[in-house]
T-cell receptor
């Protein structure tokens, strides 16, 4: 099925450990995004990539790095995890065709990360 | 900072009742999206509104954007347990930057 695939679905880290969240889309979308979702805060943009080879900071980039490996893949890295990074992380993608704009962003199913 | 204010934060209704969720922005909205999220899942697109006064319906869900394009409402008629979940509004504030409301958690009691 076409869409956005995120791995892993669940992860527990110890403070100071590092990890990379993977995201891949097969809809030929140019733009990809990483959001975090916290209770009462809605979704907040961490980083985005408007096209292959470019990345930009969003609203809450501190403590994260990203890589747009190719048009399909956009990874999010936590170099030294902190308890404040406990959250649900969503990857999304969007395109520029008329139908893409009408349907907004396509989201992955999320990664539930706990940092202890 | 939160660009969109959603109300109420949570809602519990009896099956069969109607309900309304609101999304308000201090700035003009140029594209307002409604999504639904079930626990443990990603966001599913419901509807997108662009024009002032626009109204769209899908099955028992109707979304409206006011004439000033600063407020949107989502109305569910004759709610069912399948409508339960978190409803989020999202709006583009610039290219490649969609902001979201905090969400409204809907519970439908059978």
């Amino acid at each position: 099925n076409a869409g956005v695939t995120q791995t892993p679905k669940f992860q527990v880290l110890k403070t100071g450990q590092s990890m990379t969240l993977q995201c891949a889309q097969d809809m030929n979308h140019n733009s990809m995004y990483w959001y975090r979702q916290d209770p009462g805060m809605g979704l907040r943009l961490i980083y985005y990539s408007a096209s292959e080879g470019t990345t930009d900071k969003g609203e809450v980039p501190n403590g994260y790095n990203v890589s747009r490996l190719n048009k399909r893949e956009f990874s999010l890295r936590l170099e030294s995890a902190a308890p404040s990074q406990t959250s649900v992380y969503f990857c999304a993608s969007s395109g520029i065709s008329r139908s893409d704009v009408l349907y907004g962003y396509t989201f992955g199913s999320g990664t539930r990360l706990t940092v202890v | 900072s939160q660009e969109l204010e959603q109300s109420p934060q949570s809602l519990i209704v009896q099956e069969g009742k109607n309900l309304t969720i609101n999304c308000t922005s201090s700035k003009t909205l140029y594209g307002l999206y409604w999504y639904k999220q079930k626990y443990g899942e990603g966001l599913i697109f419901l509807m997108m509104l662009q024009k002032g006064g626009e109204e769209k319906s899908h099955e028992k869900i109707t979304a409206k954007l006011d004439e000033k394009k600063q407020q949107s409402s989502l109305h569910i008629t004759a709610s069912q347990p399948s409508h339960a979940g978190i409803y989020l509004c999202g709006a583009d504030i610039s290219n490649n930057d969609m902001r979201f409301g905090a969400g409204t958690r809907l519970t439908v009691k059978p």
